[in-house]
């Protein structure tokens, strides 16, 4: 039996997960996490298969390791310590996002690559979408 893939939405709810992630973080650990969040099992190959949660992880993995050691909650104010919370996950967000970005940069340097390479032009390539005919039959 084929396994179940990950949703859109699914695939977003991990990211976001890794973006907030505090403490030790693994493979193993995040597959724990997304069993229990999503109710259903996944291997570390399966997730690691999608782009985005692999850049996630990474961009968290590098972000654990040079996160300097704060204060701890306990010791800072409430409001403080809800802030610095939020500035850690923003920040997180800006760097799986600038990753993303990135990914998508080199993509677009190998279409426009092989794109001139076959003779298509700027104006070739920005040609609208022909119009699909709904109501036409096809039985004609």
Do not use: H
Not at 2 to 12: G, H, M, S
Not at 34 to 54: H, S, Y
Not at 67 to 77: G, I, K
Not at 82 to 109: D, M, P
């Amino acid at each position: 039996m084929a396994k179940a893939q990950l949703t859109d939405d699914e695939i977003d709810r991990i990211v976001a997960l890794l973006i907030s992630w505090q403490g030790k973080l693994s493979w193993e650990l995040l597959t724990q996490q997304v069993g229990c969040m999503l109710k259903r099992p996944f291997t570390r190959q399966g997730l690691d298969k999608q782009e985005n949660i692999r850049t996630a992880f990474q961009q968290a993995k590098d972000r654990l390791r040079s996160s300097p050691v704060t204060v701890p909650p306990s010791e800072m104010s409430a409001e403080l310590a809800l802030a610095l919370g939020r500035v850690e996950r923003l920040e997180a967000e800006i760097a799986v996002l600038k990753a993303e970005r990135n990914r998508f940069l080199e993509k677009f340097a190998t279409w426009q690559y092989n794109a001139r390479s076959k003779g298509l032009s700027e104006a070739g390539l920005n040609m609208p979408l022909p119009r699909v005919e709904r109501d036409r039959s096809t039985a004609e």
